[in-house]
C-alpha cells in the first residue's frame, strides 16, 4: 500500500470524533441511565443511541448508496486489527461490504489487515500498539477484539489518539471505565439472538430439554450468546443442563468438547454451540461416530458453512445475521465523519438477526443468504 497524510477532511472528522469520545469520558453517557447501572461494567445499546439513529441508520444501510459529498486528495487509509484467520467467515464478509459499500459511495480507500486468530490476545495487543504508533499513516481504523474485556486498554489507546478515528467491530457493549471511547460500535446484538433462538427452540422442541453447551471465552460475548440462551430455556421451559465446555470459540475445542459430550453425557439431545468455528468442529465430532441425527445442534451467526451445513442436514438451525450490515454500515459511518455528520451517527449500531433451519425450503434459505450477504456474495468465501 502507499502511504499518505491525511486529507483536511479525514483530519477534522477526526477531530470532530476526538470530541465526541472525550465527551463520553467526561460523563456525557449513558443518555440514558438504568437503575442496574451500578451492577455492570458496560452500557445497553438503548442507553447510548439517540432516539431514531439507529433506524435513520439501518435504513440508510438497506437501500441504494447516495455518493460522498465531498472531495478527497488522496484515498483515506484504513487499518483492520480482527481475528480474520478463525474459521468464521464474518469478518471477510464484511471486509468485502465495507470496501464495496466505499466503492458505491464514491469514496478512495487504501486498506491494511492485521489479521489473528480469535485466542491470540497477545498478537492483537501487538497489532494495536503497531498502528497507535504509526497513527500519522492512518486515518481509521477497524478493531475487532478477540474479547472485550481483554483488548479494552488497546481500544482505549486507539481511541485517544487524535489522529485516529477508531470503530469497534463485532460488539455493542460500551465499557464504562474507558478513558476514551471509540466513535462508533458496530455489530449483531449477541443478547437479542439469544432470545430469538431460544423462543424458536422452546417452540420447536418444547419443554424438559436435556442439553450440552459448547461455550466460548468467559467474558460478554460469550454471557450474552451462551448465558442468556441457557437462562432464558430454563427459565421458559425448565430446560436441564448437562455440560458445558470452554471451547474458545476454536473449531478443535468445539470438536472436543463434542466428543466428551457424546461419550459422558448421551442424556444431551441439544448441542449448543456459540460461534461458527465450534459449531463446524462440533458437527465433525457427530459425523466422526454416526451421532448427527441423534442430536439437535446449533451454530450462531448464519455465515456461509452454518448455511450448507444445515442444507446437508449436519446442523438444525442458527440465529442468522443480516451479515453484510456491520460492513456496509462502517462504511456509511465513514462517509458521515469525512462530511461532518458524525453527531447523526448511533453510538452503538445493530444489525438484524433472524433464525435460519433445517425445516425451510431452498427458496427461502436463499433468499435469507441473498439479502444477509447482498455485498459480499452467497458463495461460500475461499479461505
Known amino acids: 500500500m502507499t502511504y499518505v497524510q491525511k486529507t483536511g477532511l479525514a483530519a477534522m472528522a477526526t477531530a470532530v470524533i476526538l470530541g465526541a469520545g472525550m465527551a463520553a469520558a467526561d460523563g456525557h453517557l449513558p443518555l440514558v441511565a438504568l437503575p442496574d447501572d451500578g451492577d455492570r461494567d458496560y452500557w445497553l445499546p438503548e442507553q447510548v443511541n439517540a432516539e431514531g439513529a439507529l433506524d435513520a441508520l439501518q435504513e440508510v444501510v438497506g437501500t441504494d448508496a447516495v455518493p460522498f459529498s465531498g472531495t478527497l486528495e488522496e484515498p ?3 487499518a483492520l486489527i480482527y481475528p480474520s484467520a478463525d474459521t468464521s467467515d464474518f ?14 459511495l464514491g469514496i478512495p480507500y487504501e486498506t491494511t489487515e492485521f489479521a489473528s486468530r480469535q485466542i491470540e ?4 495487543a501487538t497489532y494495536a500498539s503497531q498502528v497507535e504508533q504509526d497513527a500519522d499513516i492512518y486515518d481509521f481504523v477497524i478493531f475487532g477484539p478477540s474479547e472485550l474485556a481483554t483488548q479494552a486498554d488497546n481500544i482505549d489507546k486507539l481511541a485517544g489518539n487524535p489522529d485516529l478515528t477508531t470503530f469497534v467491530w463485532a460488539f455493542h457493549t460500551p465499557l464504562q471505565y474507558l478513558d476514551n471511547q471509540p466513535a462508533n460500535w458496530f455489530d449483531f446484538s449477541s443478547a437479542a439472538g439469544a432470545l430469538v433462538m431460544c423462543d424458536y ?38 430446560w436441564e443442563l448437562a455440560y458445558e465446555h470452554y471451547g474458545e470459540y476454536s473449531r478443535e475445542g468445539g470438536f472436543e468438547g463434542t466428543q466428551l459430550m457424546l461419550q459422558a453425557y448421551p442424556e444431551a ?4 454451540n456459540a460461534n461458527t468455528a465450534m459449531s463446524m468442529g462440533s458437527v465433525e465430532a457427530q ?15 448464519g455465515t456461509g458453512l452454518e448455511l450448507d451445513a444445515i442444507r446437508r442436514g449436519e446442523l438444525n438451525a442458527t440465529p442468522m445475521r443480516m451479515g453484510d450490515d456491520v460492513g456496509a454500515a462502517t462504511a456509511e459511518a465513514i462517509r458521515y465523519h469525512l462530511e461532518g455528520r458524525g453527531e447523526e451517527l448511533p453510538f452503538v449500531f445493530l444489525g438484524r438477526i433472524t433464525v435460519a433451519h433445517d425445516e425451510m425450503s431452498e427458496e427461502e434459505l436463499t433468499a435469507l443468504q441473498e439479502e444477509a450477504f447482498r455485498f459480499s456474495g452467497v458463495d461460500a468465501l475461499e479461505r
Open 76 to 78: 483515506i487509509q484504513i
Open 91 to 104: 469478518w471477510a464478509r464484511n471486509y468485502l461490504a465495507l470496501i464495496r459499500r466505499l466503492d458505491e
Open 121 to 124: 490476545h497477545s498478537l492483537q
Open 201 to 238: 427452540m422452546l417452540e420447536r422442541l418444547g419443554n424438559d430439554v436435556t442439553y450440552a453447551m459448547n461455550r466460548g471465552i468467559p467474558g460478554i460475548t460469550d454471557n450474552q450468546r451462551s448465558g442468556d440462551w441457557s437462562a432464558c430455556v430454563e427459565e421458559n421451559g425448565n
Open 269 to 272: 439431545t441439544v448441542i449448543h
Open 287 to 301: 459425523l466422526a461416530v454416526d451421532a448427527a441425527q441423534n442430536v439437535f445442534s446449533t451454530g450462531w451467526g
